[in-house]
């Protein structure tokens, strides 16, 4: 055995190196240089010259009469097979346009799809938002709508497409979050309207084909591809001033998509970067927003994931996190961000002893995990400083066993079979505002 080291004046560049050992015999190894390290040891075996790898800033300067190639980490290099199962991807068909103040182009939407007369609406907390859009597109609106609420209950919706009728309407516009954009959703396919998104939070139902409506107290959700958004303007300057609370349960509900993408049945390795890419960017912003919600630079990437998990979301099924959800928000009339915010944590502990490989990538994507995702999504709502019990929102203790049997009664796939008794527990913790635990 021999060891020969590598070392770079300076530092390898972000995305580092891949480098290949050529020796007189023709025989190669390589190695990755990882990013602002500067030396490489390359383990040498005489039966077998492709070793183990070992990067470190030990400042050695010993090399070897060897030939070495360099490959930017962006460029060819080796990569190790790895075993690709049965998939089916379906991408969802749907324009965004991304970036700041890109709502300056909604006229040019509207001429794209050669409209003239869409229907604004807002909830009645944004009819400063709904008014800036009738300015910029010049007055040429068939109304505004400012009565959007949580839920999508459907005598609102009735209202709405009643209105729409009367004003002549060609299209629908939301400008908001997930209330707003599910009373679009409601209208456009019932009517088939062409809708427009123009999201303000990062809940990410604008990137999805499913709608969740609440009637006589009940929430029934389903998918249809007519249901997505035809076009989806994300604006970061529209975010802004979104309040850091807001911010943070609106994030975590994007999580949310992104966390059960990585487990469900219908995934996919699209998906799955997807889910890791957009968990990332939104770990990691989340909590400098709270910080600083000033901040363009962590607005921006936190726009940038809630698209990506919104995505994950609106391409696989959901299991017991969403179905919880689902069950605690349209039946006790809870807020829906905060809502996902509490359960997350508790739900991928219920799901935890099924689903290893998921729990690893996103350990993997939480800042302070020390691979633990449990921990991790303990970590980032202390960071957020948010409320994470449903006591806190209205639920009472009573409602935990109603819950429960609600939850229980309508059966849906999970990696984990439905029982009563843990899933009570788990509500119960979620109603006490408790630190997740891998103990259900």
Known sequence: MRVLTLCLR????????WITRTGANNNTTSGYLSPHTNCLTLSLSRSNLASTIAANRSGSKRTAASRYRF?????????????????????????VVFGQGTLQKLPDEIARLNLSAPLLLSTPQQVDQAEQLKEI????????????????????TDKALEYAKAQGADSVISIGGGSTIGLGKAISVRTGLPHICIPTTYAGSEMTPILGETADGIKKTRSDPKILPGTV????????????????????????????????R???????????????????????????????????????????????????????????????????????AETHT??????????????????????????????????????????????????????KEEDIDKAA???????????????RAPIRELIRRVWAGEPARADL
């Open 342 to 395: 509490a359960v997350l944590p508790h739900a991928i502990s219920y799901n935890a002893p099924k689903i290893p490989e998921a729990m690893k990538k996103l350990a993997e994507a939480l800042p302070e995990s020390n691979g633990d995702a449990i921990h991790g999504l303990n970590v980032l709502l202390e960071k957020l400083q948010v409320k994470r019990g449903l006591k806190d929102y209205g639920m």
């Open 266 to 336: 219908n995934t996919n390795p699209i998906i799955n970067l997807m889910a890791i890419e957009g968990t990332r960017a939104l770990a990691s912003s989340l909590p400098q927003i709270v910080q600083d919600p000033s901040s363009t630079e962590a607005r921006s990437s936190a726009l940038y994931g809630a698209w990506l998990c919104g995505t994950c979301l609106g391409s696989v099924g959901m299991s017991i996190h969403h179905k919880l959800c689902h069950t605690l928000g349209g039946s006790f009339n809870l807020p829906h």
């Open 10 to 17: 300076g530092t390898a560049p972000a995305g580092g190196y």
């Open 137 to 156: 597109l010049k007055g040429k609106v068939a109304g505004v709508f400012t009565e959007a609420t949580m839920h999508t209950p459907t005598h609102i």
């Open 405 to 419: 049997d609600i939850a229980v009664s309508n059966p849906y796939w999970n990696p984990r079979e439905i029982e």
């Open 233 to 264: 303007i994300y604006d970061v300057d529209l975010t802004m001033t979104l309040p850091a609370s807001m911010s943070a349960t609106s994030g975590v509900n994007a999580i949310a998509h992104a966390v059960e993408a990585l487990y469900a």
């Open 71 to 95: 490959f930017s980490s962006a460029t060819t290099r080796p990569h190790p097979f790895k075993m690709v199962g049965s998939f089916e991807y379906n991408p969802n068909p749907g324009r």
